[in-house]
């Protein structure tokens, strides 16, 4: 894709989340019920978010246009391949004193939370649970999946509350002065650009910017009297080696205190479920036609149909028998470690791999029949080398990533991550609560349609 494509496409998405928000603030205003509200005001600061991040890839890009253009070209370093990362089973534990869980003390303290999940430019946002002393964890089921990831992906998870007021009316809402923002936003409206960028910039984002301890900005003059107030009230980065199979701990840092009316006892950390799955182990990377050595004969030699996937050179006697998904007649291991070298000296088109395996030093000899296979066929297994290398962990074998469902399942009611962990119990009976993001997303969507 060339540069202008390029900024042609981050500029329609910039367009896109702009009218999202101009929706979302048009929806905040005629809102007579609390829980649509709440999900309004959550879509306005995703859309925030959205703009900020696509904002600022924007200005990367211009920035190496203009390095291009005066001979100073950005780095030309071999870039890994990209993969799939997922977040799902996210548990944030609570921590309220025993007069308020036990006894029932005080008053009842609600708020309304979800999560915003940001990787590069990519933001999804959970859904939103209510929180109050009958619960011992916040539990969001949300599966979020981040695609073109690089294995020196940071992902962003914040945790954002908004106190609940028993009291809500329509008119605790403010005057609907966002039911006149409408009218098109044309990519090349400089004017409108640099309006969603201030606009943005202060009614709050999730960027990487957010320091330790900060919270949320506050909203524009124009939203600031409209809908409920979400702030921050922690965050955490999760990166490359905190991917683990299974469920793992990681730490919050806190971004709010207990004078806070959106403050929660937070325990101080947060479980989940972090699994990457790197594009060289999800597919097939190189296959074609050798001869590899068998054995220490020197004339040993068998011609071979060969496949690169995973961890594997996979070496069949035939392509027939690798669609028949036969046995293999050799497997040649490839690791992190591994390593594939030449000799320009070699009349033969010949790889050798060498590695380690149970102490000893082991060397596979292949032949190419042309130059240009064995060009092809080397740098293959150099970069799959390479690209392994540089996910570490998560090349020792294929994760396995849980689609997220297409139809939502029925809350439960939510226990003791404790119990959960240590003595699992069965299901029990939900409530039915009516899915107020679905509503909410087919009102923005045809908002958007009617702006065409």
Not at 216 to 222: E, G, R
Not at 225 to 250: D, Q, S, W
Not at 404 to 431: A, D
Request: with cysteine.
């Amino acid at each position: 894709m060339s540069d202008n494509s390029q900024d042609e496409e981050v500029l329609r998405q910039i367009e896109r989340e702009v009218r999202m928000r101009e929706g979302a603030s048009k929806l905040l205003a005629a809102c007579s019920r609390r829980e649509q509200a709440l999900e309004a005001s959550k879509s306005l600061l995703s859309c925030n978010a959205r703009i900020l991040a696509l904002l600022s890839q924007l200005q990367k890009m211009r920035k190496d246009e203009i390095l291009q253009r005066v001979g100073r070209r950005p780095s030309e370093d071999i870039v890994p391949c990209s993969g799939k990362v997922s977040l799902s089973d996210l548990r944030i534990p609570l921590m309220w004193k025993d007069s308020e869980y036990f006894k029932h003390k005080g008053e009842l303290h609600r708020c309304a939370v979800f999560c915003l999940l940001q990787c590069g430019t990519e933001i999804h946002d959970t859904d939103l649970v209510m929180v109050d002393r009958t619960l011992t964890d916040i539990c969001f089921e949300d599966t979020v999946i981040f695609n073109e990831v690089g294995p020196e992906f940071q992902l962003r998870v914040e945790l954002y509350s908004s106190c609940v007021v028993e009291d809500f009316s329509p008119g605790a809402l403010g005057p609907r002065r966002a039911s006149r923002l409408g009218g098109s936003v044309g990519c090349s409206s400089g004017k409108k650009i640099r309006a969603a960028f201030e606009s943005a910039a202060v009614c709050g984002s999730s960027g990487a910017n957010v320091g330790a301890g900060s919270v949320s900005p506050p909203l524009s003059p124009v939203l600031s009297a409209l809908g409920p107030k979400y702030n921050l009230l922690a965050h955490t980065t999760l990166r490359i080696e905190h991917v683990r199979e299974g469920f793992k701990t990681h730490d919050l840092l806190m971004a709010a205190t207990e004078d806070n009316p959106f403050w929660l006892p937070l325990y101080g950390n947060m479980c989940c479920r972090l699994v990457a799955q790197p594009l060289c182990m999800a597919q097939p990377i190189i296959s074609g036609e050798f001869k590899v050595k068998l054995g220490e004969d020197l004339n040993c030699w068998e011609n071979v149909h060969g496949i690169l996937r995973g961890q594997s050179l996979l070496c069949y006697l035939s392509q027939e028998d690798l669609e028949a998904e036969d046995r293999p007649l050799l497997v040649i291991p490839i690791k992190k470690d591994t390593l594939v070298c030449v000799s320009e000296r070699d009349p033969v088109q010949s790889i050798y791999i060498s590695m380690q395996h149970q102490g000893e030093d082991v060397t596979f000899t292949l032949t190419t029949h042309t130059p240009d296979d064995k060009q092809r066929w080397t740098e293959a297994l150099w970069r799959h080398v390479y690209n392994m290398s540089q996910w570490k962990q998560c090349c020792d074998h294929l994760m396995k990533i849980e689609m997220p469902s297409s139809r939502k399942t029925v809350p439960v009611k939510q226990g003791s991550l404790y119990h959960e962990i240590v003595t699992p119990s069965c299901p029990g009976e939900g409530l039915v609560v009516p899915d107020l993001s679905v509503e909410i997303r087919a009102l923005l969507s045809s908002y958007y349609k009617e702006s065409y």
